[in-house]
C-alpha cells in the first residue's frame, strides 16, 4: 500500500447506533459505534459470534440502515439513501466475496464475473473481454467457460473475488471470504486480496474468525458486544 | 451476457418445468389461433361485406317476404342493384353433413355479389344453362370432394318439394372461388326459378333481398329508409349489412363467438393460474439468489424486469409454437374447416401473449422486487 493511498479517511462511522427486536424487547447491537478506516486500508474484523460482525457489515455495504449515526464512505452518506440509491451505490462503488462464494449456478465462470458489469453502461463485448481480464487476474484463465458445480471451493472462491472486483469498486468486502476452504486455498484466497489491497489500491474490510486469516490484513479490529475493544496495526 | 440471457438461463434452470409451462402456453395459443381463425374464416363474418345491406323479415329471418318488394326496394333512391334469394338448408347422406343452397337468379346476384363470390360470365352461363343445376363454393366442394359435372342430392330440412319428397338433385355446374381467404364459400348457389317452382309452399316468397348501396349513399341511412318503406305494411323488412346478417345467421345456432370466446378465456385463466402458481414457486426457490444480485447492485426495477423477462421468455417461446402450429392447421385445413390465419389474428395474438407474460409474471416479480436483502439471505 502506498502512502498516498492511505492519507484520506474513506470510511467513517459516526455514533452509529444499531438494534433488533425480541418480541417487545429491544436488544442493542451498536451503541454509538464510531471507526475510520483510510482508504486503500486492509483491515480484518474479528470478534465472536453475535459480536455484530455481520451486521456492521450489512451497514457498509449498504444492506441494513443504522437506527442512528451516520456512515459516509468516500463522498457517499448511506445512512441516508434510499434503497435505489443504495443499489446504484453497490453497483459502482462496492465488491463483495461471501463465506459460500454465492455464484449463480446456471452461469458459468465468465458470467458469474459479468453479473456485476451488466450494470455499468458497457457493451457485451466490452463486459466478456473484462470478465476475461479479470478472471486471468485471479488465476482462472481458460476457465471461463466451467460451471461453479465442477469447480473446487478455491476456484469458486477466486471467481466470487474476480466477480467482486469485475466492476473496478473502490471497497471490497468479505464476509468470510476463507471460512469454507481449506488451509492451502485459504491462503491463496488472502494473498490475493492482499494483491489487490497493495497493487490495486482496493480498500478491503474481512470479517473472518479465523486469526491466520487475519494476519493477512494491515490491521485487526475486535469487537465484542458491540465495540471494538483491540486494534493492531500491521508491523 | 445481457439481462434477457440472464432471464433465459433462470428460465432453463429446470428444463422439464419449463419446457412443461411453454407447453402449456402452446396449447392455449394454439387453442386461440385456431378458434380466432375460425371466427375470423369463412364460418366467420371477416370476409362480410358491411357495404351489402340484406332486407329480410322482421319477424325473423326465417319468415318469407313477397317477392313483390323487389320493385319498391329496386326504386328507391339510393339503391343501385337488387338481388332475391331464399336459402334452404339440407344435408348430403348423413344428418350431420349440412349444407346450405342460396337459391337466387344468376345475373342479379352476379351483378349485387359477383366479385366477392368469385362468379365469372361463364359460372353465370353455367348456372343458366339448365334449372337444376348449382354453382358450389370451393370450401364447400373440397369438403364433400365434388367435381364439375357431377350429380348430388341434398335433402332439405324443411322445404319440401310438390311431391312430398325432401330430395333435391342437382348437377354441379361449377365451383366459385371467392373474392379472398375471406370470403365464405361453404354454400352453393342454385336458381331461384327451378326451387321456387318445385316447392311445396312459399312460392313467390324469398327469404331475404340483397341490395347493393350507389355511390356515396350511406348503408345504415338506406337501410333505415327501406325499412321504412315496409314499417306498415303486413310484413315489415328488417334491413342489415352483410356482416351484420352472417353474424346473426351464425347466432340462430349458437352465439359461436361467445362460445369460441369462453373457451378460450377458460383456457387463458387456467394458463394463468398453472403459470403464476409456478412462477411464484420457481421464483422464491431463487429468493437467496436475488439477495445475491441486489448485493451486488441490481436494483429493485432490475429484479422486476429480469422475472417478467423469464415469463416473457417462456410466453414468447410457448406462443409462438402455438400460432406456428395453429397458421399449419389453418394452411392444411383452412378451406375445409373455415379457418383463416389473418394478421388481424396474428396482431392480437401476439398482444396477449404479450400482456398475460406482464400479467403472469407480475406477482413473482413483485415478491421478488420487495424481498429485502436480509431477509432473502435467510432464505438458504
Known sequence: MTDRHAEARYIILKDVQKGYRIGSEAVPIFVNLNLEIPRGDFVAIMGPSGSGKSTLLNMLAGVESPDAGEINIGNARLDRMGETARSAWRAHHMGIVFQFYNLLPMLNAAENVELPLLLKPISARERRIRAGKVLDLVGLAGREKQYPALMSGGQQQRVGIARAIAADPDLLLCDEPTGDLDRKSADDVLDMLRLLNQELGKTIVMVTHDPQAALHARRTLHLDKGRFIEEKRDA | ?380
Open chain 2, 1 to 380: 451476457m445481457n439481462l434477457l440471457h440472464l432471464a433465459r438461463r433462470n428460465a432453463w434452470r429446470k428444463p422439464l418445468r419449463t419446457l412443461l409451462l411453454i407447453f402449456c402456453v402452446t396449447v392455449a395459443f394454439l387453442i386461440y389461433g385456431l378458434t380466432a381463425s375460425f371466427l375470423n374464416g369463412a364460418q366467420g363474418s371477416a370476409g362480410a361485406s358491411d357495404d351489402l345491406l340484406g332486407v329480410m323479415n322482421a319477424a325473423g329471418r326465417t319468415q318469407p317476404l313477397p317477392m313483390a318488394y323487389m320493385t319498391r326496394i329496386a326504386s328507391e333512391p339510393g339503391v343501385a342493384s337488387v338481388a332475391y334469394m331464399t336459402r334452404l338448408r339440407g344435408y348430403v347422406n348423413v344428418e350431420k353433413n349440412v349444407v346450405a343452397i342460396s337459391a337466387v337468379e344468376p345475373g342479379l346476384i352476379a351483378k349485387v355479389n359477383g366479385k366477392e363470390l368469385g362468379l365469372t360470365q361463364e359460372l353465370v352461363s353455367a348456372l343458366g344453362q339448365a334449372r337444376d343445376r348449382v354453382l358450389v363454393g370451393r370450401a364447400l366442394a373440397e369438403a364433400q370432394g365434388w367435381s364439375v359435372g357431377q350429380r348430388i342430392t341434398v335433402t332439405a330440412f324443411q322445404t319440401a318439394r310438390k311431391d312430398g319428397s325432401r330430395d333435391w338433385r342437382f348437377e354441379v355446374a361449377g365451383i366459385f372461388e371467392g373474392e379472398s381467404a375471406n370470403t365464405d364459400t361453404y354454400f352453393m348457389l342454385a336458381s331461384y326459378d327451378f326451387i321456387n317452382a318445385a316447392r311445396a309452399r312459399g312460392e313467390d316468397t324469398v327469404d331475404a333481398f340483397v341490395v347493393q348501396p350507389a355511390d356515396r349513399v350511406s348503408p345504415g341511412v338506406l337501410a333505415a329508409r327501406i325499412d321504412a318503406l315496409f314499417a306498415n305494411s303486413p310484413t315489415p323488412t328488417r334491413t342489415q349489412s352483410e356482416k351484420q346478417f352472417l353474424e346473426a345467421f351464425l347466432r340462430q345456432y349458437a352465439d359461436v363467438g361467445l362460445i369460441i370466446n369462453l373457451v378460450v378465456s377458460a383456457a387463458f385463466v387456467t394458463l394463468l393460474m398453472i403459470v403464476i402458481n409456478t412462477m411464484v414457486f420457481a421464483v422464491r426457490e431463487r429468493t437467496f439468489e436475488i439477495g445475491v444480485l441486489k448485493t451486488l447492485g441490481f436494483s429493485r426495477g432490475r429484479i422486476l424486469t429480469l422475472v417478467l423477462g423469464e415469463t416473457l421468455f417462456i410466453f414468447a417461446v410457448g406462443g409462438t409454437l402455438g400460432l406456428i402450429l395453429a397458421k399449419m392447421a389453418a394452411v392444411l385445413a383452412g378451406p375445409a374447416l373455415g379457418l383463416v390465419f389473418s394478421m388481424a389474428v396474428l396482431a392480437k395474438a401476439v398482444l396477449f401473449i404479450v400482456v398475460l407474460g406482464l400479467i403472469t409474471g407480475l406477482m413473482p416479480a413483485i415478491n421478488a422486487m420487495r424481498t429485502p436483502i436480509t431477509t432473502a439471505f435467510k432464505a438458504r
